[in-house]
């Protein structure tokens, strides 16, 4: 007699991709890219968000949901650089969001006037990277304080990230950072990985990524 155990997790896994699998699906119908935004805490990402969401949000009709472990104060920053719901998710202590929770923040968005969503995930590299929440593709955001070595340390965040955006630019005068060994370390571990330099505060290399999004923000269906 053959016993096989099932671990818990594996079924909890089992189970998001399909709801991951049903949010993609929905997207898709829509006519809607949806970014997952992913990084350690600090890195810039939301105030990344606020940049595009001033520039873009209306141009592109991006909607967002945020993660967070407590509060919904970046839910409450983006809010204010667009006239759309943001929907915030708050985990109560989870490290990242799930396919689940995506699914139910799709409940109140107008996907069918929606070109581009944005998911803030909660900030954390290790823990999201293993989870699918239906996205287009995953962004990874580090920033030039961070150090060299973040995809080296973090390889299953950066093997699952199709683009990386380095953030905090307008730093390197004053941090010990080497631009090209943090790419090429990131490029090590994948060596497809498309690169976005950045300064959310400044602005530097905004118009670049700015460009990419027009590219990479779906049609509508005709109706």
């Given at each position: 007699?053959?016993?096989?155990?099932?671990?818990?997790?594996?079924?909890?896994?089992?189970?998001?991709?399909?709801?991951?699998?049903?949010?993609?699906?929905?997207?898709?119908?829509?006519?809607?890219?949806?970014?997952?935004?992913?990084?350690?805490?600090?890195?810039?990402?939301?105030?990344?968000?606020?940049?595009?969401?001033?520039?873009?949000?209306?141009?592109?009709?991006?909607?967002?949901?945020?993660?967070?472990?407590?509060?919904?104060?970046?839910?409450?920053?983006?809010?204010?650089?667009?006239?759309?719901?943001?929907?915030?998710?708050?985990?109560?202590?989870?490290?990242?969001?799930?396919?689940?929770?995506?699914?139910?923040?799709?409940?109140?968005?107008?996907?069918?006037?929606?070109?581009?969503?944005?998911?803030?995930?909660?900030?954390?590299?290790?823990?999201?990277?293993?989870?699918?929440?239906?996205?287009?593709?995953?962004?990874?955001?580090?920033?030039?304080?961070?150090?060299?070595?973040?995809?080296?340390?973090?390889?299953?965040?950066f093997r699952e990230a199709r683009y990386a955006v380095l953030n905090k630019i307008d730093l390197l005068p004053y941090v010990p950072f080497?631009l090209d060994r943090a790419m090429g370390f990131a490029r090590e571990i994948n060596p497809a990985l498309e690169f976005f330099l950045t300064s959310a505060l400044?602005?530097?290399?905004?118009?670049?990524?700015?460009?990419?999004?027009?590219?990479?923000?779906?049609?509508?269906?005709?109706?």
């Amino acid at each position: 007699m053959t016993v096989r155990t099932i671990d818990v997790r594996e079924r909890v896994m089992a189970r998001n991709d399909e709801l991951a699998a049903e949010v993609r699906r929905r997207l898709g119908a829509a006519g809607v890219t949806a970014f997952n935004l992913v990084s350690s805490p600090g890195s810039g990402k939301t105030a990344l968000l606020e940049r595009t969401l001033e520039a873009l949000g209306e141009e592109l009709d991006i909607a967002v949901v945020t993660g967070d472990v407590q509060t919904h104060n970046d839910a409450d920053r983006l809010a204010r650089h667009t006239s759309r719901l943001v929907q915030a998710v708050v985990t109560g202590g989870g490290c990242h969001l799930d396919a689940r929770q995506i699914g139910t923040a799709l409940d109140a968005i107008d996907l069918a006037a929606t070109r581009l969503l944005f998911i803030e995930n909660v900030g954390n590299l290790v823990c999201p990277a293993a989870w699918d929440l239906g996205e287009t593709a995953k962004i990874v955001v580090f920033a030039v304080t961070e150090g060299e070595d973040k995809p080296l340390k973090y390889p299953r965040m950066f093997r699952e990230a199709r683009y990386a955006v380095l953030n905090k630019i307008d730093l390197l005068p004053y941090v010990p950072f080497n631009l090209d060994r943090a790419m090429g370390f990131a490029r090590e571990i994948n060596p497809a990985l498309e690169f976005f330099l950045t300064s959310a505060l400044t602005g530097e290399g905004l118009e670049s990524w700015f460009a990419f999004l027009r590219g990479q923000a779906g049609t509508r269906p005709a109706s």
